[in-house]
């Protein structure tokens, strides 16, 4: 059974700074990974999605690399601003039949203080 | 807008009501899933339609229901709930072909009493 583990569970960084999420996932078996922002009592929005033929994807201060082999992701978040204080996801989807089916991880809680 | 639509926002409900929870998604996707997302949990996948038929059902107690009615909406039909039920329920919509990105809804945040 897949298993998703994010590290930290929360981070508070001062504005300005880079910063690193990490995850990794226990079946190295991926079809692609998705990293998700959450506001509070909000839905997820999609950031960025990795095939597992992939490196790394970048969206504007977003860079999400990954490592299948090891089972690992990494989302690297340049110049931090307030606004991107969420929730952060780490989603797996495996190689199902059809469809996207996603094993999450609990998530690192960001806070970037002015 | 993320194309994805939950109705209602917010739900309180006593354990012998009935209730819906509804979704629809503008996005020409005809697979559509429902999660679960409770207090210190990673979110649970709970149901899979893909094409308008269930493809999966993860060991959801009978107490929900969903159903499909066609591609661009889901329902999550829910009666006699426990308090542990208790959750944001999420909807999300992908392509049925196998995985492609998906898109999440805002939430129907349930409170059991």
């Known amino acids: 059974k897949q298993e998703v583990t994010q590290i930290p569970a929360a981070l508070s960084v001062p504005e300005g700074e880079n910063l690193v999420l990490n995850c990794s996932f226990t079946?190295?078996?991926?079809?692609?990974l998705q990293w998700f922002r959450q506001d509070p009592g909000k839905g997820l929005t999609s950031l960025l999605l990795?095939?597992?033929?992939?490196r790394e994807q970048t969206s504007g201060r977003l860079n999400a690399s990954l490592d299948k082999s090891s089972g690992r992701s990494t989302l690297y978040i340049a110049a931090s601003q307030p606004g991107d204080s969420a929730t952060y996801l780490c989603a797996v989807s495996g190689w199902e039949t059809s469809g996207s089916r996603l094993t999450f991880g609990e998530g690192t809680q960001l806070t970037v203080n002015p | 807008e993320t194309g994805v639509t939950q109705t209602p926002r917010h739900l309180v409900m006593g354990m012998t009501n009935k209730k819906s929870l509804k979704c629809e998604q503008h996005l020409g996707h005809n697979a559509m899933y429902w999660y679960k997302q409770s207090a210190k949990k990673p979110l649970e996948l709970m149901f899979v339609?893909?094409?308008?038929?269930?493809?999966e059902n993860n060991s959801v107690p009978s107490r929900f229901s969903p159903e499909c009615p066609n591609s661009s909406h889901l329902f999550l039909h829910l009666h006699t709930l426990q308090p542990e039920d208790s959750a944001l329920y999420l909807c999300?919509?992908?392509?049925?072909?196998?995985?492609?990105?998906?898109?999440f809804g805002q939430g129907t945040r349930l409170t059991v009493v």
């Open positions: 990795i095939q597992s033929s992939q």
């Open positions: 339609y893909s094409l308008e038929e269930r493809v």
């Open positions: 079946d190295s078996a991926i079809y692609n």
């Open positions: 999300a919509s992908s392509q049925e072909s196998v995985g492609t990105e998906a898109f």
